[in-house]
Each structure stands twice: as structure tokens, then as C-alpha cells.
């Protein structure tokens, strides 16, 4: 048997296919573009393992994909591959049309066509597991209650409208044409071979360069943040016993405002890494709010504990240690994803804020 996971050079596509290889020697194949957040190294401990196929390409090429099918004939896609930046999505919302969308549009008739050849035993086994967010459902209130899977679907970024329109590309396969699905819907994720764009990775890295930590706005925006360990295990149980055709959200029952977040990353780091200038936090800086700025997500993620036995194994102050840990003893793994393109995007995200 052997899996197909797209998006698998990314921070959690890699950390999926290295938790899955850890627990099983089921062979997996990643299929990825390697745009700028892909990252071959993240795989690097992989390398010569006979377990692991890396094959560069983009999942619109439907050639490409249906060849894959064909030769490796997997039991399952799971599909990770994304471009997942809310700020690039609104700087540049081409890409996102083009890979979330079109993207998963061609994975999923590829997908179609080679499950509908698919025989007995095999055909029934057979799934697509869809990987998105919770930034699907919109913003809540302060009191609102958290996000259920019948949430109505209110995306605001062009991110989260490209992750909608393929989650109902997605829901609609099945319905239409049975294709046997899977959609998970997770909250916000930490962890290592995170990319230094997203918020707890770039406040961990500029932190320790000594520069500024930009909070958007007033920093009261409230997200759940889960281990992305986490993520993976949720995303390996639902494979194994989810219901066909249902959406399970996933996510860390840990809802905290990004001030605090990014306090608890300081005062991680003053404790594990202390500054000769003083506490971390002097480096705080409020800059200009991200347009269209989602005020809070909340997962209730009760429907995937009840019907799959599946909780959150990490705690926020376990998780986060780990992570900061993580980043202190890869200093290399850092520097090499800080160069080049990287540092553009910084010009074009912050320099004007
Ligand atoms: P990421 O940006 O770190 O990685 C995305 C990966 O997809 C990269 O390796 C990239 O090279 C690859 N990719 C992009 N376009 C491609 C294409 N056209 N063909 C093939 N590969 C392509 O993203 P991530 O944070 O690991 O997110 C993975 C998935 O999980 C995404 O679908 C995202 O929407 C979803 N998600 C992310 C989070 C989060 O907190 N990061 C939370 C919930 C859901
Ligand atoms: O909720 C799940 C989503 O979480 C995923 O679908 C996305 O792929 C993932 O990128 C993430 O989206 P967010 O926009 O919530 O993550 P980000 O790390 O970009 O920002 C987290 C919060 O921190 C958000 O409220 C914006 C804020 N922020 C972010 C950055 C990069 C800042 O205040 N300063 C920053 O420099």
C-alpha cells in the first residue's frame, strides 16, 4: 500500500510524512512544486529511505498526476498542497486562484479518474482527504460561539476564499460523483519547520536577531493554536476510521490573543536564550493592521473527539517549549530559509506598515 500527500516539502505536509514514516513503513510518494515554502531539507532525514518518493511537480499538471496514479496506484491523496500566507494572498492573489482552486480542481479529476478504476476491495478503500483551515467560517464575535462543521462559510481573505472554493470543489466531487472524501478543517498551527513568515516562527527568529516583533493592530486578534504534531495524528485518524463525505474540524482548545502569544515566545526565550539588552520584549512593536484582519477563530472540535476518540496531545506551554526549543537548535535551517526570497517578502510586507 503507499499514500499520495501533495504539498509534502511544507511545514506541515513534512511534518505529516515524517510522523507517518515514523509509524509505519507504508510507503509515501510527495508530490510538490517546491515553490518558496517548500523546503527539501525538512525532509532531510529521509534521504536514501526507500519509503519516501519526492517527485517535483505541480499538482495542475493533470499528465503529471495521472502517471503518478497509475504507476504508484496509492490508497489514498491526502492534499496539503497550498499557498497558505494570508498576507501574499493579498498582495498577490493570483497564485492562490491558481494552485488552491484550479490546483485542487485538476487532483480532484485525476483523483476521479483513477478511482473509477479502481476494482472491488480497492475502490472501497480508497480516500481523498482534503487538508484546510478554519479561516473558511470567517470572524466571530467575542462571545460568539466557536466553529462548528455547519458553520456558514464567510472566508475574508482571498486565502481563505480560494480554501473555501475548494473545499466545496471538494464536497461537491463526492456528491455528484462519489468520489469517496475526507475535509478537515484546523485551526492554527505551531511547531518546527514552521516558515518564518507566519506569526510564532518570524517572532522567534527576529526576536533572537534582536529586531523588531510587528503586531498588527492591537494584537487582540484571538486564534487556537495547535502543535502541529497535533495536526498530524488528527489528520492519521480521521484517514483511518473518518465517515466518508464528512468534514471534521480539528483543533487545540487553546484560543489566545496574539499579544499573548507572542509575550509567552519572549518569555521563552529570556528564559532559554537571554538577551544581553534586556527581555525580548522591548522589541514589541504595534504596526499597521492586516486589511481585512479576522478578529477571532474558535474550533469546536468536539465532533472529532466523539466520533474518532481524537484529542489534542500537547498543551500550549508544552508545545510552544518545544517549538522555541526547536528553533534554538536549528540556527542553519533557519539562516538558509532566510535567504534570498525571503527577505524581498519582507520588504514588501512590512516596510510600508
Ligand atoms: P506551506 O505554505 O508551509 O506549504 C505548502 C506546500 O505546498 C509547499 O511545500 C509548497 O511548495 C507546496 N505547493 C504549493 N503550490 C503547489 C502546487 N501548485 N503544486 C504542488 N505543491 C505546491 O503550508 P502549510 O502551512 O504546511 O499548510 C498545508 C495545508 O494545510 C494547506 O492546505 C493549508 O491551507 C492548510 N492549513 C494550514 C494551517 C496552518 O496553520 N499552517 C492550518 C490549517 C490548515
Ligand atoms: O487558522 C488557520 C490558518 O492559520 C491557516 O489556514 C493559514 O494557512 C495560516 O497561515 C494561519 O493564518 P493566520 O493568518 O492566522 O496566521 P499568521 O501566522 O499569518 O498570523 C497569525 C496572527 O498573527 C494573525 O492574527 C495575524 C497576526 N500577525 C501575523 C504576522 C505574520 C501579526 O500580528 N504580525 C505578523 O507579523
Not at 179 to 198: I, Q
Amino acid at each position: 500500500m503507499t499514500i499520495l500527500v501533495t504539498g509534502g516539502a511544507g511545514f506541515i505536509g513534512s511534518n505529516f510524512v515524517l510522523d507517518w514514516l515514523a509509524q509505519s513503513d507504508e510507503p509515501v510518494v510527495n508530490l510538490d512544486a517546491l515553490t518558496y515554502a517548500g523546503n527539501l531539507q525538512n525532509l532531510a532525514a529521509l534521504q536514501g529511505d526507500a519509503r519516501h518518493i519526492f517527485v517535483h511537480g505541480d499538482i495542475g499538471d493533470r499528465a503529471l498526476l495521472e502517471s503518478l496514479l497509475a504507476e504508484h496506484r496509492p490508497r489514498a491523496v491526502l492534499h496539503f498542497a497550498a499557498e497558505s500566507h494570508v498576507d501574499r494572498s493579498i498582495h498577490g492573489p493570483a497564485a492562490f486562484i491558481k494552485t488552491n482552486i484550479e490546483g485542487t480542481f485538476t487532483l480532484l479529476e485525476a483523483a476521479r479518474g483513477y478511482w473509477n478504476a479502481l476494482q472491488g476491495d480497492d475502490r472501497a478503500a480508497f480516500r481523498f482527504h482534503h487538508v484546510s483551515t478554519d479561516e473558511v467560517y470567517g470572524s466571530l464575535a467575542p462571545d460568539a460561539p466557536a466553529f462548528t462543521e455547519t458553520h456558514p462559510y464567510e472566508p475574508n481573505s482571498p486565502y481563505s476564499a480560494s480554501k473555501a472554493a475548494s473545499d466545496h470543489l471538494v464536497r461537491a466531487w463526492h456528491h455528484t460523483y462519489g468520489l469517496p472524501v475526507l475535509t478537515t478543517n484546523c485551526s492554527n498551527n505551531y511547531g518546527p519547520y514552521h516558515f518564518p513568515e507566519k506569526l510564532i516562527p518570524l517572532m522567534i527568529v527576529n526576536a533572537l536577531a534582536g529586531k523588531p516583533l510587528p503586531i498588527y493592530g492591537d494584537g487582540m486578534q484571538v486564534r487556537d493554536w495547535l502543535y502541529v504534531g497535533d495536526h498530524c495524528s488528527a489528520i492519521r485518524t480521521v484517514l483511518a476510521r473518518g465517515r466518508v463525505g464528512e468534514v471534521y474540524n480539528i483543533g487545540g482548545w487553546n484560543e489566545m490573543p496574539n499579544r499573548d502569544i507572542v509575550h509567552a515566545v519572549c518569555a521563552l526565550l529570556d528564559e532559554l536564550r537571554p538577551s544581553a539588552e534586556g527581555p525580548y520584549a522591548r522589541l514589541i512593536t504595534h504596526v499597521k493592521d492586516r486589511p481585512g484582519h479576522d478578529r477571532r477563530y474558535a474550533i469546536d472540535a468536539r465532533k472529532i473527539e466523539r466520533e474518532l476518540g481524537w484529542r489534542p496531545a500537547e498543551t500550549f506551554a508544552s508545545g510552544i517549549r518545544k517549538t522555541v526549543l526547536w528553533y534554538l537548535d536549528h540556527a542553519e535551517w533557519v539562516a538558509n530559509v532566510q535567504s534570498g526570497g525571503y527577505r524581498d517578502w519582507l520588504a514588501t510586507n512590512y516596510t510600508a506598515r
